[in-house]
């Protein structure tokens, strides 16, 4: 047997392991990096391609400003509340109202109030002190509007709505159910812990909630846009905003709710850059079958009480015209050669809204609805559905 080196019989010290050991690492960090970048560019090189070929085929919308929508709103004084004969009637009258702002699509509800006992609801604009009767139907208004999963964190137990359960369902598009299939959702945030800087958790009425992109304040509504499901069990969403699930496939998405003071509130608090055409409702209007609408782009159709528009202008300390036709584009009678006397508010909203609908001539038209649903694997229900009308025994 050959004798060893003697050098070989030496241990090594462990400044020197150290050294080696350093020298390796260091080695396998610039491997790695060099391998990154390697990745980083060609990454770069394919987007670079798909933008070179975006720019010649014409496809790209970044810089593509959204369609302008025509709106619709109406408005409306709360004291025909006090025109009914009791609670329940009170209650169903406002129902009426929503089901005809949600058949026809109006985007907005102004409920036009007087002085006199006042209450106070909490609308777009804040905490509004208002008519006792305009707060009431402001509150119904908006409690029909808002999807029934959602209810019970928005409308705690109110005596306005002690009837509710009386009404028919407005049906609209957002209210959804779980075996519902389709882009887009209302929501409310949960409070549920979640990571910083890892968006929020929301209930869109699912048997799971959903993961969205923003960190949002617990107990705030939100449009949620869902999104196709990867390889995790959670559902995951981007926020967006209320109008886009209309501007991006033509449905339906509700109405809001607004106070106005007096009638000149009406006008000057517009939500818009004002409304072009401005169409006021009377028996004493122009018939409508002479009505050709013209072009525009906010469409506001004002209604009377029990005394008509010429006690609301009478009211308002700011308008100085004795004639209602002259605050109007057009002063219409949509219902010539009336059988009844009188034709009630609640009617009245049904007959015009239906005579002016096949008139309408908006400047941006809705794009038509088809229904635009998530990829196979955007939302798996599982489990029986939950009854859509369960919270409405709260007012029993």
Not at 316 to 345: A, C, M, W
Request: charged residues 25%; glycine residues 6%.
């Amino acid at each position: 047997m050959a004798p060893v080196a003697p050098e070989k019989l030496k241990k090594k010290k462990w400044s020197e392991i150290n050294r080696i050991q350093r020298e390796e690492k260091k080695k396998w960090k610039e491997q790695n990096l060099t391998k990154k970048l390697k990745k980083q560019n060609q990454d770069t090189s394919q987007l670079d391609q798909e933008d070179n070929s975006k720019n010649v085929t014409g496809n790209s919308t970044s810089n593509e400003k959204p369609p302008f929508i025509s709106t619709l709103s109406i408005a409306v004084p709360g004291s025909i509340l006090e025109n009914a004969q009791s609670p329940e009637l009170r209650t169903y009258l406002a129902g009426q109202i929503a089901r005809a702002a949600c058949i026809f699509q109006y985007l907005t509800i102004m409920v036009m109030k007087q002085m006199r006992k006042k209450s106070a609801l909490e609308s777009d604009e804040g905490l509004v002190t208002a008519r006792r009767s305009c707060v009431q139907l402001g509150r119904i208004l908006q409690y029909l509007e808002c999807p029934q999963y959602l209810r019970k964190s928005f409308f705690p137990i109110h005596n306005d709505l002690k009837y509710c359960g009386i009404l028919n369902p407005l049906n609209a598009p957002h209210h959804m159910g779980p075996a519902d299939k389709f882009t887009y959702r209302e929501g409310v945030v949960l409070n549920k812990p979640v990571r910083s800087g890892h968006g929020s958790y929301v209930n869109v009425g699912l048997l799971k909630e959903v993961h969205v992109d923003k960190l949002l304040a617990p107990g705030l509504r939100c449009t949620v846009k869902l999104v196709p499901q990867d390889n995790s069990k959670k559902l995951k969403g981007n926020i967006v905003s209320p109008t886009t699930p209309r501007r991006e496939t033509g449905i339906y998405w509700g109405y809001t709710v607004r106070i106005a003071k007096s009638l000149s509130k009406v006008f000057s608090q517009c939500p818009y850059d004002g409304y072009d055409l401005l169409i006021g409702t009377s028996d004493k209007g122009t018939s409508v079958d002479e009505f050709t609408c013209p072009k525009y782009k906010h469409l506001l159709v004002i209604f009377g009480g029990v005394q008509g528009l010429e006690a609301a202008i009478e009211n308002d300390t700011v308008l100085q015209v004795d004639d209602p036709e002259l605050l109007f584009h057009h002063y219409l009678n949509t219902l010539p050669n009336q059988g009844s006397k009188t034709i009630r508010t609640e009617e009245a909203i049904l007959v015009s809204l239906a005579a002016l609908r096949p008139k309408l001539n908006p400047k941006g038209k809705c794009v038509e609805f088809k229904e635009i649903c998530s990829e196979a694997d955007t939302v798996k229900e599982t489990g029986d559905a939950i009854d859509a009308n369960s919270d409405m025994s709260r007012f029993d």
